[in-house]
């Protein structure tokens, strides 16, 4: 978790450093870091948070190949195509199949925090 909140802070400040942060980001991921912040200072909830980054974030090895092979060159190859492919199956199976169920137990367990129901509200949105 303090890897991933690590990384959260260096894309955010990385993106505004190169020009990319947009509106949508700079939502994002405060409200990532806030997901991990929550759970490790109260040292409770991390198996939400886990599981659910795990989830979302299965999409991105083949996300980031589509970037590679355009930046190659290699946009009409049938490697270009299975990235693509990979990449929008897992998005929907990650992002819409496997976390929904995992939000809906993060708002009904009531050890959870209001700050990480906050959270995962707003990621889910």
Sequence with gaps: MIFSLSYFAYDMISMQLDGLLDSTMLLHHP???????????QNVQGNYIM????????????????????????????????????YITLYIYGRTICV????????????????????????TL
Excluded: D, Q
């Design 31 to 41: 409200l990532s870091m806030l997901g991990f912040i929550v759970p490790l200072y």
């Design 51 to 86: 599981l659910a980054v795990w989830l979302t974030e299965i999409s991105n090895p083949p996300m980031h190949m589509r970037h590679i092979f355009r930046s190659m060159g290699k946009r009409y190859t049938m490697a270009y195509e299975i990235s693509e492919i990979l």
């Design 100 to 123: 929904l169920p995992i939000g809906y137990l993060t708002f009904i367990c009531p050890e959870n925090s209001v700050l990480i129901k906050i959270s995962c509200a707003a990621l």
